[in-house]
């Protein structure tokens, strides 16, 4: 075997969850490598161009430490509060540096432009990863694994069991390009967080109603039927949700592709629409876009428990709760044309997430975190946001950093021990 260096703990993937995976380990005091596919960290955050921060959980997670993080210098903005919850702006381009700025400093070796190809196990465990690097495939060997990488990449090499998309049909939420607008007039525009926000035009008739009929004329692609408006920290700019491919398989090159294009060419058609019909749009302009296809739902890996809809839904507690009072409705982007799948996203209620969810059947040595992490296709709508994506993301490093410690795998760590290095470092948890 070409080894190449080895740590305590290696986290694939530099997104939310990866990069609170990381630190929290780091802090454990254990050796930690951070492996991120592309020159940036921050996963969607920065490279997909996707904020605001969604989702809330109880005060004192490692959610709250990267909201303060990436609100540095922009403290006098408030926090806006819509049906959506908290919706706490970013600036991603200040996000670039404040990231990794933030990882380096806790002591991680962070490794960019580097993606995992494949995993290296010894028999059901997983030994090490193959990386691509300038000096040809290496082999980066650890202790435990956490697989950040969204899409449950290594889980998958590894040979976990997985589910995809919806039951009825396999159909994945839809991938979107998300953009950045600016010269937009404060006086006159409105902003929109989604298809439910009341909102109207200056002659009363409803925003979102507008947007549909918009789209059954062809001023609008036929599955663009809401363009969603989020104020930034900056007067005169909005972000823009509003482009989306329907059923193109972002795990193959054909389907990456076939997104890419689709929602790419959406981007001019929404912009004229905005120019010629929405007050305060006449002159917008669009200044950046996400470097990469933004992929809602792919592979949820199946672990020892499947979050369900009912406990979303009705709010379950579990003795081996790992975050207290996740929160964020059931957004379900509709996987077969535009607005949502269910009329309009669902009601949940503050939720526990459990351990088991972190681990993945069949495979040790490897814990899960972020959107990847096992639950149903409804569960995963409401779990999937960034904000709880941090929280899952610090008890995943936590976890990691005990089973290096007490030797053990992760599925026999002592959910209790996990939990009270959590509460030590602020968490509420019951
Ligand atoms: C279009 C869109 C809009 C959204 N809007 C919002 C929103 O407004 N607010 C909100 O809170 N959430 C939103 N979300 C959801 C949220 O962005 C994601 O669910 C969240 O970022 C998941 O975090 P993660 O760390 O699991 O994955 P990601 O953010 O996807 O990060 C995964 C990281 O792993 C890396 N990676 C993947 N494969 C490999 C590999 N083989 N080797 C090395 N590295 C690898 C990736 O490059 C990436 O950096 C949106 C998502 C999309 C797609």
Redesign the pocket.
């Known amino acids: 075997m070409n080894e190449w260096s080895s740590y305590d703990v290696i986290v694939?993937?530099?997104?939310?969850?990866?990069?609170c995976a990381a630190v929290s380990a780091a802090r454990e005091g254990v050796s930690v490598a951070l492996?991120?596919?592309?020159g940036?960290?921050?996963?969607?955050?920065?490279?997909?161009h996707?904020?605001?921060?969604?989702?809330m959980t109880e005060p004192n997670t490692m959610y709250h430490e990267m909201v303060q993080l990436l609100k540095s210098g922009h403290e006098d903005k408030e926090t806006i509060i819509t049906r959506?919850g908290a919706?706490?702006h970013v600036d991603p381009e200040e996000a670039k540096l404040l990231l990794l700025d933030f990882v380096n400093e806790n002591g991680v070796d962070i490794y960019l432009q580097?993606?995992?190809?494949d995993v290296v196990m010894d028999e059901n465990r997983v030994a090490g990863l193959k990386?691509g690097t300038q000096e040809g495939i290496k082999t980066i060997l650890g202790k435990v694994f956490v697989d950040?990488?969204?899409?449950g990449?290594?889980a998958a090499q590894a040979g976990a069991p997985f589910f995809l998309g919806r039951d009825v049909d396999g159909r994945c939420?839809p991938?979107?390009?998300?953009f950045t607008l600016d010269h937009v007039n404060e006086e006159t525009a409105i902003s929109c967080y989604g298809g439910s926000d009341p909102v109207t035009l200056p002659d009363g008739v409803r925003y979102s109603d507008f947007c549909k009929e918009a789209s059954k004329r062809g001023e609008l692609p036929e599955n663009v039927t809401i363009v969603r408006l989020?104020k930034t920290f900056y007067p005169g700019e909005r972000?823009v949700?509003a482009t989306?491919a329907n059923n193109c398989n972002t795990l193959t090159p054909a389907g990456i592709l076939e997104a890419e294009l689709t929602t790419r060419k959406q981007i001019p058609i929404i912009v004229e629409f905005l120019r010629k019909h929405i007050p305060g749009y006449e002159n917008c302009r669009v200044t950046a876009s996400?470097s990469?296809?933004?992929?809602?739902e792919t592979r949820r890996i199946l672990g020892e428990y499947v979050l369900n809809d009912e406990d979303v839904e009705r709010g379950s507690r579990f003795e081996d709760v790992i975050v207290h009072n996740a929160w964020?409705l059931i957004d379900i982007?509709n996987p077969n044309g535009g607005g949502q799948a269910e009329g309009r996203s669902q009601p949940a209620k503050p939720y526990d997430i459990p351990l088991r969810c972190l681990i993945p059947q069949k495979v040790d040595s490897l814990i899960l975190?972020?959107?990847?992490i096992s639950g149903t296709h409804r569960a995963h709508a409401s779990y999937?946001?960034?904000?709880?994506?941090f929280a899952?993301?610090q008890a995943a490093g936590i976890t990691a950093a005990l089973c290096v410690r007490h030797e053990i795998q992760p599925r026999k760590v002592p959910c209790t021990e996990v939990q009270k290095v959590l509460i030590h470092r602020g968490a509420k948890l019951f």
């Open positions: 694939a993937g530099g997104g939310p969850a990866g990069i492996i991120e596919r592309y940036i960290l921050g996963g969607m955050l920065t490279s997909g996707v904020h605001p921060i969604l989702g959506n919706e706490c580097t993606p995992v190809v990386i950040a990488t969204g899409d990449f290594v939420q991938t979107s390009v998300e989020h972000q949700n989306q996400g990469t296809l933004g992929v809602r964020f982007h975190a972020g959107r990847c999937r946001v960034m904000g709880i994506a899952v993301g």
